[in-house]
C-alpha cells in the first residue's frame, strides 16, 4: 500500500465532473491513503452556494449511445457533496485554493466553515511532497 498522499484538484463544476472526482476521491481515502481535495472557481463557488454538489443523481453506462451519462433520482441516491461528508472522517480534507477565494471575492470566515483550511498552491505542493498523486478536473 502507498503512503502518498492523493490530491484531486477540481476546477470544473459540471455534475459528471463532480461525480467522478468525488468517486475517485471516497476510493483513495477508503484504501487509507491520505487524500486532499482543492476546490477552485467553478467548483469553489458552487461548494459555497450548495449548488451541483448536492444534486442527487446515478450515472449511467452510455456506451457508445448518444444518451445523458446521468440520471437523476430525485431524493435516492448520493450526491457528490454527501459523498465526500460522508468520507471525511476517514480523513479526507477539503481545501479551498486561496487564489480563488480572493478572485471569487469570497469570505475566508464563510469559506472555513465549509472547508478544511484554505490553501496556496505552493503550501499545498509543500505539504504533499514530491511524490503524491494528483488527478485534475
Same mark, same amino acid.
Given at each position: 500500500?502507498?503512503?502518498?498522499?492523493?490530491?484531486?484538484?477540481?476546477h470544473?463544476?459540471?455534475?459528471?465532473?463532480l461525480f467522478h472526482?468525488?468517486s475517485v476521491?471516497?476510493?483513495?481515502?477508503?484504501?487509507?491513503?491520505?487524500t486532499? /481535495?482543492?476546490?477552485?472557481?467553478?467548483?469553489l463557488?458552487d461548494?459555497?452556494?450548495?449548488?451541483?454538489?448536492?444534486? *442527487?443523481? &446515478?450515472?449511467?453506462?452510455s456506451g457508445?449511445q448518444?444518451v445523458?451519462?446521468?440520471?437523476?433520482?430525485?431524493?435516492?441516491?448520493?450526491?457528490?457533496?454527501?459523498?465526500?461528508?460522508?468520507t471525511?472522517?476517514?480523513?479526507? &480534507? /477539503?481545501?479551498?485554493?486561496?487564489?480563488?477565494?480572493?478572485l471569487l471575492?469570497?469570505?475566508?470566515?464563510?469559506v472555513?466553515? &465549509?472547508?478544511?483550511?484554505?490553501?496556496?498552491l505552493p503550501?499545498?505542493? *509543500?505539504?504533499?511532497?514530491?511524490?503524491?498523486?494528483?488527478?485534475?478536473?
Amino acid at each position: 500500500m502507498t503512503t502518498s498522499p492523493f490530491v484531486v484538484l477540481i476546477h470544473q463544476s459540471n455534475l459528471d465532473t463532480l461525480f467522478h472526482a468525488a468517486s475517485v476521491a471516497v476510493a483513495s481515502a477508503a484504501s487509507g491513503r491520505a487524500t486532499y /481535495i482543492v476546490l477552485f472557481l467553478a467548483a469553489l463557488k458552487d461548494w459555497m452556494d450548495d449548488a451541483e454538489w448536492n444534486v *442527487r443523481a &446515478k450515472p449511467l453506462l452510455s456506451g457508445t449511445q448518444q444518451v445523458p451519462s446521468v440520471e437523476f433520482l430525485g431524493t435516492s441516491g448520493s450526491s457528490p457533496r454527501q459523498m465526500l461528508e460522508e468520507t471525511r472522517p476517514l480523513g479526507l &480534507k /477539503i481545501y479551498a485554493c486561496s487564489g480563488s477565494v480572493e478572485l471569487l471575492d469570497l469570505s475566508r470566515a464563510e469559506v472555513l466553515q &465549509k472547508v478544511d483550511d484554505i490553501i496556496g498552491l505552493p503550501a499545498l505542493f *509543500r505539504k504533499i511532497g514530491p511524490n503524491a498523486s494528483i488527478v485534475s478536473y
